[in-house]
C-alpha cells in the first residue's frame, strides 16, 4: 500500500488492519510522517512534531504485539493532541508567545489515556491563543488554513486538529470545547467533531475543575472512528469532581440500529439566529435522509432565552480563573479578545454571575421538557460558510452586524450552555464547494444513541468520503 493508501484508511480498519498482522505500527506511522512532510505546510495545522520519538514508539508498540500483549483501543495509531494539552517532554504553547518555549513534565490526563490504549504521538495541533475564538490564528505558529481552500479558515479552537485530520496527516486527534471548538472546526473541514457531556472526559490537571462549559472530546473522520477514540478517552477519574462513573466500553457497541419512530425537532436557524442561505440550503438538502431512516422530523426549537447574557457571564469566570494572573503579569503579550473576556469575568458584579445561574437553570429545565417530545435536535453547526483566513472574526451575516467576537457561534454555545451533548457530522457541500456540518444534539448524557443517528446519516450520506486535493500529492 502506498502512504496514501494508509492513511486513506479509517481508525477502524487501521486498528483492524494492525490487530490482524496486516500492518505494523512503524509502517502506519511513516506513512502519517509521509504526509504530514507533503501536506502540513499548505495548511498549517501540526505545530510541534517529533518524529523521532513517534517511531520509538511504533516501535515499542509492534514489539509488544509480537510478545503476545494485549493490544489497547487504540494500539498503533497515530495521534497528535491540541496545544492546550499538557505533554510531558514537549512544548505545550496555548499558541501564546507566553509559553512559546514552555515544555510540561507531565502530560494532561486526557494525554496519558491514549497512550494508555496505545495511540502514538507525533505532535502537537494548532489552536488561537488560549482557545479564545473559532478562528484559529496565534503569534507564535500563525493561522491554520481550510484543505478544502487555503485561502479561508479551518475554523476553530481545535482547527489544526480538524484541518490535519480532513488532510489525512492523523488517524485521530483531541480537541475541547467550550462554545463551538469540536463542532466548528469539524463543520468546516468536513471531518466528525463530538462535545461529549461534561464529565464523560475526565480533565486533569484543571484550573476550574467545576466548569461545566468547557469539555475535552474526539474528533475523526468517521463517526465510528470517534466513537473508538470515546472509548478510550472516557471513564471516570476521582481527580475530576465531574466525572462520570460509567464504563467507557459501553461505546465499543455496535452502532447500528432501527430508528424508525425516532423524532428529531429540526432549528434551521436555532431559533432566529442569522444564518447564510447557503448553509441551511446544504441542510435542508438532506432532511430527506433522516426521513428514509425512519425518522419523523418536525420544525421546532427550543427557548434560549437568556442564554447570550448567561453564557457571556459564565465565559468571563472561566477566563478569569485561568487566566487572570497572566492579566496581571503579561497584559501586553496577550490578544484584545482574551484580555476582554478575562476583564469581563474580573469586573462583572455577583448580581450578574447570579442572574447567569438562574437562567442556565432555566434554561436546562426548557430543553429537559423538550427533549421528552423529542429524540434529537439538528441544525446547523455553524452559521456560516468558511471565511477568509485573514478575517479574525465574522462581523456580520447576511446584513446583520455580530457585537462581538463570538457573537457568529451562537449556534454552537447555545448548546454548550444545555450541557447536552451534540455533535458535528459532514452534511455536504455548498455552491463553492465548501464543507458545510449538521450538528445532532442527543437527550442528556446519551452519547450512545447521539452516535448511532450520526452513524446512521453519515453511512446514508457518505460526505467524509469527498477529500481534499493537495498539490504535493501531485
Not at 366 to 378: G, K, S, T
Amino acid at each position: 500500500m502506498s502512504w496514501q493508501s494508509l492513511c486513506d484508511l479509517t481508525a477502524v480498519q487501521m486498528r483492524a488492519e494492525i490487530a490482524s498482522g496486516q500492518l505494523s505500527a512503524r509502517e502506519l506511522t511513516e506513512a502519517h510522517l509521509r504526509a504530514i512532510e507533503a501536506r502540513n505546510a499548505a495548511v498549517n495545522a501540526i505545530v510541534t512534531l517529533d518524529a523521532e520519538a513517534a517511531l520509538r514508539q511504533a516501535a515499542a508498540a509492534d514489539q509488544a504485539q509480537a510478545e503476545g500483549r494485549p493490544l489497547g483501543l487504540l494500539h498503533g495509531l497515530p495521534v497528535a493532541h491540541k496545544d492546550c494539552f499538557l505533554t510531558a517532554g514537549m512544548r505545550t504553547t496555548w499558541g501564546s508567545p507566553i509559553h512559546r518555549d514552555f515544555v510540561p513534565t507531565q502530560s494532561s490526563l486526557l494525554v496519558s489515556r491514549q497512550h494508555e490504549a496505545g495511540a502514538i504521538t507525533l505532535g502537537k495541533t494548532n489552536m488561537p491563543e488560549f482557545g479564545a475564538g473559532s478562528q484559529t490564528f496565534n503569534p507564535v505558529f500563525g493561522a491554520t488554513l481550510n484543505p478544502y481552500d487555503p485561502a479561508l479558515t479551518a475554523g476553530g479552537s481545535s482547527g489544526g486538529a480538524a484541518a490535519a485530520l480532513a488532510g489525512r496527516m492523523l488517524a485521530l486527534a483531541d480537541g475541547s470545547d467550550m462554545g463551538g471548538s469540536l463542532r466548528n472546526p469539524a463543520s468546516f473541514c468536513n471531518v466528525v467533531g463530538l462535545r461529549p457531556s461534561p464529565g464523560r472526559v475526565p480533565q486533569w490537571p484543571s484550573a476550574a475543575p467545576y466548569n461545566t462549559l468547557t469539555v475535552s472530546g474526539p474528533m475523526g473522520r468517521t463517526v465510528a472512528d470517534v466513537a473508538l477514540y470515546l472509548a478510550a478517552m472516557a471513564g471516570p477519574d476521582a481527580r475530576d469532581p465531574l466525572s462520570l462513573d460509567q464504563d467507557p466500553a459501553v461505546f465499543t457497541q455496535s452502532l447500528d440500529c432501527d430508528l424508525r419512530g425516532t423524532r428529531l425537532a429540526y432549528a434551521p436557524t436555532w431559533g432566529g439566529l442569522p444564518t447564510e442561505a447557503r448553509v441551511v440550503q446544504a441542510i435542508e438538502a438532506q432532511l430527506p435522509v433522516f426521513e428514509a431512516l425512519g425518522c419523523e422530523v418536525r420544525a421546532d426549537c427550543p427557548d434560549f432565552s437568556g442564554a447570550d447574557s448567561a453564557f457571556h457571564a459564565l465565559r468571563g469566570l472561566a477566563f478569569a480563573i485561568a487566566q487572570g494572573k497572566t492579566l496581571e503579569k503579561d497584559r501586553a503579550r496577550l490578544k484584545d479578545t482574551v484580555i476582554w473576556n478575562i476583564e469581563l469575568g474580573l469586573q462583572q458584579s455577583g448580581a450578574a454571575l447570579a442572574q447567569a445561574e438562574r437562567d442556565r437553570t432555566a434554561l436546562f429545565a426548557r430543553m429537559h421538557a423538550f427533549m421528552q417530545q423529542y429524540d434529537f435536535l439538528i441544525g446547523p453547526v455553524s452559521q456560516v460558510a468558511p471565511f477568509p483566513a485573514v478575517q479574525p472574526y465574522v462581523e456580520e451575516i447576511e446584513g446583520v452586524p455580530m457585537q462581538n467576537y463570538i457573537d457568529w457561534m451562537r449556534s454552537g454555545y447555545y448548546l454548550s450552555l444545555t450541557g447536552h451533548p451534540a455533535i458535528s457530522v459532514p452534511c455536504g457541500f455548498t455552491a463553492e464547494g465548501l464543507p458545510v456540518g449538521i450538528q445532532i444534539v442527543g437527550r442528556y448524557r446519551d452519547e450512545l444513541g447521539l452516535l448511532r443517528l450520526a452513524h446512521a446519516f453519515e453511512q446514508a450520506t457518505q460526505f467524509w468520503r469527498q477529500t481534499p486535493s493537495f498539490a504535493a500529492d501531485a
